[in-house]
């Protein structure tokens, strides 16, 4: 069985300030982490994902995440957000031979000038 | 190269009616998914096709929804009769190796 929690239904930052979004996963098998983005009446885009490699991994348009197996954690970040940032962000986790997504509830970020 | 594909975008019915949505995954995609995502929720699989055989469809409310993918490739999804809370956004994805792409889905409002 695998869940993932996403702390925080709503971020708001400020352009230019640090952006995290938190994921906390569980799962009984060695698992495969993704954060999505999704844009209004669009759907989910890849940012980035993590495959049992490096456990600091990059994504597209500046963002990264950590793998913390022993915090269980897959936190999302950015070091300076942008207007074009603001959108919905999902973590999803899979594991076993399906590679069946499990999403979070989502993360809506707001960047305010 | 084109990505997922599906349609309607939109559509507007009343219960008990019926809908049909259609998806066309990536050129080359063994493997499609179907997602209900829920307003203020994330998406949720509906069930999983590997070729033209299902592999999981364990949340499938089966007394209405079906899907299909007859020659492995399209594939729709039916509801009959809908309901108020299926109103969502239906989407549909297929997948390489672990990474899914994602179309961008059918909105769905039941009235």
């Known amino acids: 069985a695998q869940s993932v929690t996403q702390l925080g239904s709503h971020v708001s930052v400020s352009e230019g300030a640090l952006v995290l979004l938190r994921c906390n996963y569980s799962s009984s098998v060695p698992p495969y982490l993704f954060w999505y983005v999704q844009y209004p009446n669009q759907g989910l885009q890849l940012l980035l994902k993590y495959t049992s490699a490096a456990t600091l991994v990059k994504g597209i348009n500046g963002f990264e995440a950590e793998f913390k197996k022993s915090e269980t954690s897959f936190h999302l970040t950015k070091p300076s957000a942008h207007m074009s940032d603001a959108a919905e962000y999902f973590c999803?986790?899979?594991?076993?031979?399906?590679?069946?997504?499990?999403f979070g509830k989502g993360t809506l970020l707001t960047v305010n000038p | 190269e084109a990505g997922v594909a599906q349609s309607p975008r939109y559509k507007i019915i009343e219960k008990r009616q019926s809908v049909a949505f259609w998806c066309n995954p990536i050129s080359g995609h063994a493997t499609l998914y179907w997602y209900q995502q829920i307003l203020g929720q994330g998406p949720k699989l509906l069930i999983q096709f590997q070729n033209n055989g299902v592999v999981d469809d364990s949340q499938l409310p089966k007394d209405r929804f079906s899907a299909e993918r007859l020659k492995g490739v399209d594939s729709t999804l039916k509801i009959q009769p809908a309901k108020l809370e299926d109103s969502a956004v239906y989407l549909c994805?297929?997948?390489?190796?672990?990474?899914?792409?994602f179309g961008p889905g059918t909105r769905l409002t039941v009235l």
């Open positions: 999803a986790v899979s594991g076993g031979s399906n590679y069946k997504l499990t």
């Open positions: 994805a297929s997948s390489s190796n672990n990474e899914q792409f």
